[in-house]
């Protein structure tokens, strides 16, 4: 299914739906900011929202050498365990290898897996592995590791052509200017994956069909690998939470919908 410039507006799918409770995962590079509007919008249709700020992102000072995968999954899971009942979890980006860790571990809690333009592990993979086998992906060039190898930064001149080259130039300030270096070590912890956990958590994966970082090939590898048959696609940039919020916003109604 295909959504652009859908309206919130003219699709009434969404009334007499109980209010359900998503919990949205930033990517690399990025920060909670980028689900302002999608979370938003989500709040105003009567749901709850909580947008998670993973450690070493935003105003977060946790130092490169202590995170891990597993960190950044158990900061998920801790703010599970204040919500009464099963989430929707939408992870992004880097935010698939976190939600799939989250899935292994409690995924009793989580009625719908939502990847947005995101890594998708089978067992056994890391972020790099599957990064490596992308050779569409525009990212790996402009990759600036530290001395100590402990972050990755984006060369600046690329940073808005490869996130959110569809964005306004107001949006594209926005991102310069919350950019920060990326710590590094969780991109090469693996994820181990079972039937009986990650396998028996209902998913869902939306495509960006015009995303320079994770290439629509690469995304059709990972679906196919996962097994997944409710497919969306959005023709946006990496970021579209940003750029087209309003298209976000109505794919994640929709399966709210189908939840309640």
């Known amino acids: 299914m295909k ?59 946790t130092p490169p050498q202590n995170l891990t995968l597993d960190v950044y999954r ?11 009942g099963q989430v929707v979890l939408v992870g992004h980006s ?3 290898m976190v939600i799939t860790h989250v899935a292994e571990k409690i995924p009793s809690k989580i009625s719908k897996l939502v990847y947005l333009g995101a890594f998708l592990p089978a067992s056994g993979q890391a972020l790099t592995d599957l990064a490596f086998s992308d050779p569409d992906s525009k990212l790996g060039p402009s990759l600036i590791p530290s001395a100590d190898q402990l972050t990755l930064d984006v060369a600046h001149d690329s940073l808005t052509d490869l996130f959110i080259h569809d964005g306004s ?12 270096p990326e710590p590094a070590i969780p991109f090469g912890n693996k994820v181990m994956l079972t039937s009986a956990g990650f396998g028996s958590v209902e998913k869902v994966y939306i495509k960006t069909l015009k995303d320079r970082v994770i290439s629509p090939g690469l995304q059709d590898r990972m679906i196919a690998g996962a097994g997944i048959t409710a497919v969306f696609e959005l023709a946006t940039s990496h970021s579209p939470f940003i750029s087209h919020p ?9 399966l709210g919908k189908q939840t309640s």
């Open 3 to 61: 959504l652009e410039n859908s309206s919130l507006a003219d699709d009434d799918a969404n009334s007499n739906v109980k209010p359900l409770t998503y919990v949205l995962v930033h990517g690399a590079w990025q920060a909670p900011y980028v689900w302002d509007a999608v979370s938003s919008a989500l709040l105003h249709q009567g749901h709850q929202v909580i947008v998670i700020e993973l450690p070493g992102h935003g105003a977060d000072t």
């Open 246 to 254: 309003h298209a976000v916003t109505e794919i994640l109604l929709r």
């Open 74 to 84: 158990d900061k998920v899971i801790e703010a599970l365990s204040d919500v009464a």
């Open 169 to 180: 130039p107001a949006e594209k300030e926005r991102v310069i200017a919350s950019y920060r």
């Open 94 to 96: 880097l935010a698939g």
